[in-house]
Nanobody, 125 residues
Framework: QVELMESGGGNVQAGGSLRLSCAAS????????MGWFRQAPGKERDVVVY??????HFADSVKGRFTVDQDITKNTLYLQMNRLKPEDTATYYC????????????????????WGQGTQVTVSS
């Protein structure tokens, strides 16, 4: 069974940091297309970052502030978020899918994408 479990969300003041975790089962995080998305109330779910093999693609809004890394032994994908801003407030979702095409659109729209349950990040000014 394929599952993704996020953790690490919370409340933080602007300028602070959080580290989100996405623990995968049924996938090897190093072998599939994976990414982080976020959704604020009343807005669409948008990509934050996705990993295509050795290439990482960040949304412009988080470049230079967020990083992503993997722990293969724990089969976990991490999102390190630094210099957080109030506009980063959202529910963050981990996503993964197998397949040759790895893009933000394919992750977001494919019927075969697996989503985690989401973790809330709230940044206060």
């Amino acid at each position: 069974q394929v599952e993704l479990m996020e953790s690490g969300g919370g409340n933080v003041q602007a300028g602070g940091s959080l580290r989100l975790s996405c623990a995968a089962s049924g996938y090897r995080v190093s072998s599939v297309c994976m990414g982080w998305f976020r959704q604020a109330p009343g807005k669409e779910r948008d990509v934050v970052v996705y990993v295509d093999g050795d290439t990482t693609h960040f949304a412009d809004s988080v470049k230079g502030r967020f990083t992503v890394d993997q722990d293969i032994t724990k089969n976990t994908l991490y999102l390190q978020m630094n210099r957080l801003k109030p506009e980063d407030t959202a529910t963050y979702y981990c996503a993964a899918r197998q397949g040759e095409v790895c893009t933000a659109a394919s992750l977001k729209h494919s019927w075969s994408t697996t989503w985690g349950q989401g973790t809330q990040v709230t940044v206060s000014s």
